[in-house]
Each structure stands twice: as C-alpha cells, then as structure tokens.
C-alpha cells in the first residue's frame, strides 16, 4: 500500500542522503503525527512508516496505545517539551525523548526509568537561536548539561536535538548542533523538518521530524 505524502518525503530523503555522500538508511524519518487521528495515522503505518512524532503527552496518550497494541513494532517519539509531572506517563508511553533540556527534567527522567525498569533512547535539547520563548539548553551550556546528566543522573545520552528559528537561514543551527555532538562524541542529531530537512541532512541529521509533507496541512 502506498500514501503519497509518505512516498514523496522517503525519496526527498533518500535524494537528500545520497547528495551529501550518505547512505539513505542512515536517516530515520519521524514521522509527526501531531493534531492527527487515528484515522489519518493508519494509512501512514500501513504504507510502511513505523517511527512516529508526537508533542504533547495527553494527546498521545488517547491515541498511541491502541495502534501500538495492532502494530507492536512501532516506534513513539516525544517532540515537544516535557513538562515534570508528565514524566511518569511520558516514560511509560515513548521510546524516545528528544527534550532533555534541564537539570529538573534529567533527574525526573532517569528516576522514572528506574521504577518502570525501561531504557528510553535520548536526545537534549538545544536552543541554538537562543529564543527566550523556545525550550531547550543554552548552546554555552551544552557540554556542562551533557555532563551533569551522564554523571549526575547516570543518563545515557544518544544525541541532540534542536528548532532553528523559524525566520533564520537552518544550516548555521545545524551546524552548530552538529559541532557540539561531535565533541561531546555524540552520534544522533535530531533536525530538520518538513521545510528544511534536506539541509538538515546535508548537516548530518540522523533523525528528521516531517509533519505537514506528509499528513497535510493541520487545521
């Protein structure tokens, strides 16, 4: 079963990989399911897609447990910020979070993991515009972030992730989450969505987060 939107975005991936000398298994497509139904997501999943997106905790919790139930291999990833008396229910209902963006959160998180014996893939977030309304670390304090978490809080970190500001030209955010990755010897860089994941990948994304190309416009 093929979806168009799905289709176009695989291939502007693939396209996107092999341009800049990668292979296009290296990058995962998110799948951003946000605003969207159940109904809208089923097709998605039946085309083959299996790694999904979503924002908020609540909205997922009525809808992701009865498709991960009939398709036991998806995969859920949190997008959006994480707020801390969320995190109980986050854990039990992700695979990953891509948020991690302060001290409180780190702590919340591994002590939750810990209670419900799960290991959740995750990245911190960084705000590399340094947006006073955008979550996420400041770029300065990444390193000292990445280290409190490792050493304080016994995380395993598996990359980075950030939002450029929506007005700016993505690659210098790109390259800039890139660059502290690559010396705090992190292998995962979540960016790029519907509108600059080719640039994205050109920088290195492992990961790209694709709403709108795929499921359409929300309302």
Not at 24 to 49: D, H, M, N, R, Y
Not at 51 to 72: D, I, S
């Amino acid at each position: 079963m093929t979806h168009d939107g799905l289709r176009k975005v695989l291939v502007g991936v693939a396209d996107a990989a092999r341009a800049a000398g990668r292979k296009p298994e290296a990058v995962t497509l998110i799948a951003v399911s946000k605003t969207f139904g159940a109904a809208e997501i089923e097709p998605v999943i039946a085309a083959g897609q299996r790694v999904f997106g979503e924002n908020r905790v609540q909205e997922a919790k009525a809808k992701w447990p009865a498709l991960k139930a009939r398709w036991p291999d998806l995969q859920l990833h949190l997008i959006g910020p994480l707020q801390s008396n969320k995190t109980a229910e986050a854990v039990q209902l992700f695979d990953a979070i891509h948020t991690v963006d302060r001290p409180k959160i780190a702590e919340a998180i591994a002590g939750e993991m810990r209670r419900q014996g799960k290991s959740l893939t995750l990245f911190v977030q960084v705000n590399t515009g340094r947006e006073p309304q955008k979550a996420g670390i400041d770029p300065d304090q990444a390193d000292a972030f990445l280290r409190g978490c490792r050493d304080q809080h016994g995380l395993s970190i598996a990359g980075l992730m950030c939002i450029p500001p929506a007005d700016a030209d993505p690659k210098p955010h790109f390259e800039m989450l890139a660059d502290i990755a690559r010396r705090n010897g992190l292998a995962w860089l979540s960016m790029g969505m519907s509108g600059d994941y080719p640039a994205a990948i050109a920088c290195g994304a492992t990961h790209v987060r694709v709403g709108s190309a795929i499921f359409g416009v929300r309302d």
